[in-house]
């Protein structure tokens, strides 16, 4: 058995749905878990802290142990307040679900500015909050994992999501980057792609009789997808920077693969004809790499070009790139 016992475990948006099975399964292996929700509706409005209290009930009277927490994650002074709930508890904090999130359908000409703020502010902005003092506490305390959840909406698309699209493809983005920057530290970090049946999908469809009818809505089970985020946020998980996607009992690796593309000759000078000329095999996606970072990108560039990446002074770091 996969076990938590000692071990503090922060989840946001743990009231319902996903948040609330993910937070019951990490208590029910023995975590001491955070159970954060500000109790607001699906589209942002409104807050109710009895939404945490009723999980953190069920986790007590269960025998095991959880704190709430009704903190935003849309603010700096939220997520602070999030991993500090977790350290002034139970003294450390080893994993974080960041899971938070609102919903709402809007076609893309009639999206408001606002609309798209309060998208970002809660998905990405709050995945940054959260997890920017938490990954300080891991890094002191030796190490620790993070599950972001994002959504194949991000990285595959959806209609009328533009806004929960770049919100959720932006978490793929942070997920990299602390994987990254915490491997050294012990801290690992991956992400998840979830299809679960929610109060998402049941406010978005909105059709009583599909919901109940439909093969695929009775097949994409929430519990479903517990298993994976069980695993990604335990110690079992070794490895970092990976993104999977959980439906209907289907786990899968979801990457971003680089091409091997067209080479144009060093010493020509490219024109957008010379794109059009080679556009199937500028465009095909076999064979490829998945990058680990960028520098990988520059230096299979480099290597094909062969010229070094290297500085001639020895000496000298390897530059970050830009862009």
């Known amino acids: ?3 938590f016992t000692g071990r503090v475990a922060v989840v ?12 019951l399964d990490l208590a029910r292996r023995g975590a001491a878990v955070v159970v954060n929700d500000l109790g607001g509706s ?54 974080v679900v960041s899971n938070a999130g609102i919903f709402g359908s809007v076609p893309f000409e009639e999206l408001s500015p606002d609309d798209w703020t309060r998208m970002l502010r809660v998905h990405l902005d709050g995945g940054f909050y959260v997890s920017q003092p938490a990954y300080r506490v891991m890094k002191r305390n030796g190490g620790g994992r993070f599950v972001f959840i994002s959504s194949s909406a991000g990285i595959f698309g959806q209609p009328m999501e533009a806004h929960y699209a770049a919100a959720k493809a932006g978490l793929v983005g942070l997920t990299n980057v602390v994987a990254i920057e915490g491997e050294a530290h012990g801290i690992l970090a991956n992400s998840v792609m979830p299809t679960g049946f929610s109060r998402m999908v049941t406010e978005t469809v909105g059709d009583p009789k599909f919901l109940a009818e439909s093969g695929f809505m009775r097949a994409i089970r929430p519990e479903l997808v517990v298993p994976l985020v069980t695993f990604l ?5 070794t490895f970092t920077h990976r993104n999977y996607s959980a439906a209907a009992g289907r786990y899968a690796r979801v990457f971003v693969g680089l091409g091997e593309g067209w080479l144009a000759d060093a010493d020509s000078e490219p024109t957008a004809e010379d794109i059009e000329d080679h556009l199937e095999e500028l465009s095909s996606t076999k064979p490829f790499l998945v990058p680990a970072s960028i520098v990988d990108e520059v230096l299979e560039v480099c290597e094909r070009r062969g010229i070094s990446a290297m500085p001639n002074d020895a000496d000298v770091a390897f530059p970050r790139p830009r862009g």
């Open 1 to 3: 058995m996969i076990d």
């Open 12 to 23: 946001t948006g743990a009231g319902r749905g996903l948040g609330r099975l993910y937070a």
């Open 42 to 95: 699906m589209r942002g409005g409104g807050a109710d802290s009895g939404v945490a209290d009723e999980v953190v009930g069920e986790i007590t009277n269960a025998g095991g142990t959880a704190v709430a927490s009704y903190d935003s994650v849309a603010t700096a002074a939220g997520g602070q307040a999030i991993v500090e709930a977790a350290v002034e508890s139970f003294g450390r904090l080893d994993a």
């Open 233 to 237: 946020a335990s110690t079992a998980c």
